[in-house]
């Protein structure tokens, strides 16, 4: 690990913790500044400026704390640096591969599956993360949150079978507390919907997010919570990691996880094993293991499907059923995600 003092421990001697808009506007977004942190100046070679430039590197300075300084090879630092990689046109790889276009029910609103509407809340994030399934997304026309959230809110009164919404994007923890309290306050009068579900990686790259007024917030929701986090490897949970995650559980949420299998990153049972136990440890139940979603640019992260049937088989050689997450595809046009 890098020697610089965590970000999650900083203070300001004037106003105590740092808040996390702070941090936020404080992250990376020059690879090779990243690159001489970490002490690898030699893989600036092998940086993608087209890249770079489509889908930019943005990466807070606590995550990067968790990286291993002069390891080429870190599973974090892999899932966000721009590498030539990246350019190679690859047949089989689109803009959209899990058919979020043809699923629109209105600005901002994915609806593919029964009983559950999907929100892009917003297009930020936290992290970028290179192998992104919305990376070609055309969140400039299609953020949920835009006009006070008046059409996601009409096209979900529309439809009395929608039970739960997911607020996705981008990361909806982006947004501030009050601008996600907004959206809530018009959905309790839906009394339809039952159950919000958050799917977010900033409780993971930027655990100072959850800070008093987010779970004040929580807690207080008429609805079922669902809290759906983004870790694939045990190295992403450190101790300020693990205290945001039981803060969360403390609100009455349900932590979930979902991972993606990506070559280099955790693509051998021993590392998918541990990152099962450690998320079990914070609190958090393994949801989905995904396989990766085919978009352009994310070619060189895929593990193909006979290696991943196989991992998930040793995974649930050596761990119990609870623990072994399930491993899914998702399919454009198809009902569900659908089990390999």
């Known amino acids: ?16 913790p740092v808040r996390w808009q702070s941090l936020w506007r404080d992250a990376i977004r020059d690879p090779r500044e ?13 940086v993608s400026d087209a890249a770079a430039a489509q889908f930019p590197l943005r990466v807070p300075r606590g995550f990067v704390a968790r990286m291993r300084p002069g390891d080429p090879a870190d599973p974090l630092l892999r899932q966000v640096l721009p590498l030539d990689d990246e350019d190679r046109v690859v047949p089989g790889f689109g803009l959209d591969a899990v058919g979020d276009r ?7 609103v994915i609806h593919k599956y029964e009983g559950r509407a999907l929100l892009v809340a917003t297009g930020s994030c936290a992290v970028h993360c290179r192998y992104c399934f919305r990376r070609h997304f055309p969140y400039g026309e299609e953020t949920a949150a835009a006009n006070q959230w008046r059409e996601a809110l009409d096209y979900l009164a529309a439809d009395p079978t929608v039970a739960e919404v ?12 009050p601008k996600l309290a907004e959206f809530t306050q018009a959905l309790a009068a839906l009394p339809h919907v039952r159950r919000l579900r958050l799917h977010t990686r900033l409780p993971v790259v930027l655990p100072e997010r959850v800070d008093a007024e987010l779970l004040d917030w929580l807690a207080a929701l008429p609805q079922q919570v669902v809290v759906v986090v983004h870790a694939n490897h045990a ?36 590392t998918l094993a541990a990152l099962s136990e450690r998320l ?23 593990v193909p499907e006979n290696r991943a049937r196989t991992l998930h088989a040793e995974l649930a050689a ?5 623990l072994v997450p399930r491993l899914v595809r998702e399919v454009a046009g198809a009902p569900a995600k659908l089990p390999l």
């Open 318 to 322: 050596c761990l119990p059923g609870y």
């Open 34 to 46: 990243l690159l001489d942190l970490l002490g690898l100046p030699e893989l600036a070679a092998r």
């Open 235 to 270: 190295q992403e949970i450190d101790a300020p990691v693990a205290a945001a995650l039981a803060a969360l559980r403390g609100t009455g949420a349900t932590l979930l996880n979902q991972a993606v299998l990506l070559r280099g990153v955790n693509d051998d049972a021993a």
């Open 166 to 177: 997911l607020l996705s994007g981008g990361d909806p923890l982006s947004l501030a507390t």
């Open 1 to 16: 690990m890098i020697t610089a003092k965590p970000l999650s421990s900083q203070q300001n001697a004037a106003n105590g």
């Open 280 to 302: 079990f440890e914070a609190g958090v139940l393994p949801y989905y293991l995904h396989q990766l979603d085919r978009v352009a640019g994310t070619a060189h992260f895929e």
């Open 102 to 108: 043809e699923a629109r029910g209105g600005t901002g």
